[in-house]
C-alpha cells in the first residue's frame, strides 16, 4: 500500500507542477512544455512483476504489459533486487480488451473480444515429432559466453537449406522427452524458444546473423526454425464442452506455479482452440461415516483458469490467466461450468 501512496503522490506532484509551468504561458508563449508520467521503482527482494502489478495498478495481470514496457528484463520470472523498472500512469493496463464502438454512420461487425498477450512470439510447444532446424548457431562474434540482443551469430545451415539476406528465423532449443508419470507413455519434445535472428550475410558454408530479440538466453548449439510472427491479439472463442484433462507440465518445469505459461495434454485432435479457456479444478474424496468404507466424490472445485495460446495435434501451450492457489503438474483441467 505504500508504494501506491509513492505512486501517486509522484504523480499528484508532477501534475502540480504542470499547473504552475502553465501559468506563465502568457510571458513566454513561445516556450513549451512537456510532462511526461511515470517513476522508478527499484526491485526489492521478493518482488515479482504479479506483486508490483497488483500494488501499483490493483491488477496483478498487467504484469505482460509492465514486462514489455521494461525491455531490459529479457525474462519476466527473473527480476533481481536493485533492478529498476519504470512504471507508466498514463495508459489503461487492462488485459480483456472490449473492442471501441464504431461510428454510428460506419456499419460493421463488431470485433470479437480478445486476450492480449504481447509475449505470444516467445511461447514455446510439444509435439512428438521434433521440428527440422534450419540451420544451427556455431559461433558468436566476440567469444560472448551469454548472447543478447545486438550480437551476431555466426550460422550453418542444415542439409540444403540456403539462407538468405534478411530472412528471419527463431532460435530454439530441443529439450528432453516428456512422458507421462502415470503411463508412462511419450508426451513429445519440449520446443523451447529462445529469440529471433535475422540473417545479414551469406557465405558459401555459413551465414551472419543479428539477434533482434532475445527472449531468453541463447547459446552456442541452439537451433534455427523460419520465423512466424503471431499477434498478440488472442481471439475468445468457445470451449469444447466436455473436455478433461491435465496439466502436465511448467514452460520453465517449476514444481508449483501460479501466472505462467504451461502444457496440457489434448490438443487440435481433441477440439482444444486458440483462444478457449479452461478451469483448473480439484475433487475430493471423502467418507460421510469415519466408520463406514464407502467413499463419495464431492463435487468439482475450480480455482485457477486457463487460455489456449497455442496448438499440435495431442498437446497445447496455455497461460494461467487467473488462480486462487497455487497448481502443480498434474493439475486437472475441464470446460468451465455454466
Given at each position: 500500500m505504500s508504494r501506491r501512496i509513492v505512486f501517486?503522490?509522484?504523480?499528484?506532484?508532477?501534475?502540480?507542477?504542470?499547473?504552475?509551468?502553465?501559468?506563465?504561458?502568457?510571458?513566454?508563449?513561445?516556450?513549451?512544455?512537456?510532462?511526461?508520467?511515470?517513476?522508478?521503482?527499484?526491485?526489492?527482494?521478493?518482488?515479482?512483476?504479479?506483486?508490483?502489478?497488483?500494488?501499483?495498478?490493483?491488477?496483478?495481470?498487467?504484469?505482460?504489459?509492465?514486462?514489455?514496457?521494461?525491455?531490459?528484463?529479457?525474462?519476466?520470472?527473473?527480476?533481481?533486487?536493485?533492478?529498476?523498472?519504470?512504471?507508466?500512469?498514463?495508459?489503461?493496463?487492462?488485459?480483456?480488451?472490449?473492442?471501441?464502438?464504431?461510428?454510428?454512420?460506419?456499419?460493421?461487425?463488431?470485433?470479437?473480444?480478445?486476450?492480449?498477450?504481447?509475449?505470444?512470439?516467445?511461447?514455446?510447444?510439444?509435439?512428438?515429432?521434433?521440428?527440422?532446424?534450419?540451420?544451427?548457431?556455431?559461433?558468436?562474434?566476440?567469444?560472448?559466453?551469454?548472447?543478447?540482443?545486438?550480437?551476431?551469430?555466426y550460422v550453418r545451415p542444415t542439409g540444403k537449406m540456403a539462407f538468405e539476406p534478411g530472412d528471419r528465423y527463431t532460435v530454439f532449443r530441443m529439450l528432453k522427452p516428456l512422458k507421462d508419470k502415470d503411463t508412462k507413455a511419450l508426451i513429445g519434445v519440449q520446443h523451447y524458444i529462445l529469440g529471433v535472428v535475422e540473417i545479414t550475410e551469406v557465405e558459401p558454408k555459413f551465414s551472419t546473423a543479428r539477434v533482434l530479440q532475445s527472449f531468453r538466453h541463447i547459446e552456442l548449439n541452439d537451433l534455427l526454425f523460419p520465423y512466424e510472427p503471431r499477434s498478440p491479439k488472442i481471439t475468445l472463442t468457445k470451449s469444447k464442452e466436455g473436455l478433461k484433462g491435465k496439466i502436465f507440465a511448467a514452460e520453465e518445469h517449476q514444481g508449483i506455479f501460479a501466472d505462467t505459461v504451461v502444457f496440457i495434454d489434448k490438443g487440435s485432435k481433441d477440439g482444444v482452440k486458440v483462444g478457449q479457456s479452461y478451469s483448473i479444478y480439484y475433487q475430493e474424496k471423502v467418507r460421510i461415516d469415519p466408520k463406514a468404507k464407502e467413499y463419495i466424490m464431492l463435487p468439482p472445485v475450480d480455482y485457477a483458469k486457463i487460455i489456449i495460446l497455442r496448438t499440435e495435434d495431442t498437446t497445447a501451450t496455455a497461460l494461467i490467466s487467473m488462480a486462487q492457489k497455487a497448481v502443480e503438474p498434474g493439475a486437472k483441467i475441464r470446460t468451465p461450468s455454466r
Open positions: 501517486f503522490l509522484c504523480i499528484s506532484i508532477g501534475v502540480s507542477s504542470l499547473c504552475l509551468k502553465g501559468s506563465r504561458a502568457e510571458e513566454d508563449k513561445e516556450k513549451t512544455l512537456e510532462l511526461e508520467s511515470g517513476f522508478y521503482y527499484t526491485i526489492e527482494k521478493g518482488d515479482t512483476l504479479w506483486d508490483i502489478s497488483e500494488h501499483f495498478y490493483d491488477s496483478p495481470w498487467v504484469w505482460p504489459d509492465l514486462w514489455e514496457k521494461n525491455q531490459r528484463i529479457p525474462n519476466p520470472h527473473w527480476i533481481y533486487p536493485g533492478e529498476r523498472i519504470r512504471l507508466f500512469s498514463r495508459e489503461e493496463l487492462e488485459r480483456i480488451v472490449e473492442p471501441e464502438a464504431e461510428p454510428e454512420t460506419v456499419v460493421q461487425p463488431p470485433e470479437p473480444r480478445y486476450y492480449l498477450y504481447p509475449a505470444i512470439n516467445s511461447v514455446g510447444f510439444i509435439r512428438k515429432k521434433p521440428v527440422s532446424p534450419s540451420g544451427t548457431i556455431f559461433k558468436v562474434r566476440e567469444d560472448k559466453v551469454m548472447i543478447s540482443q545486438r550480437d551476431l551469430v
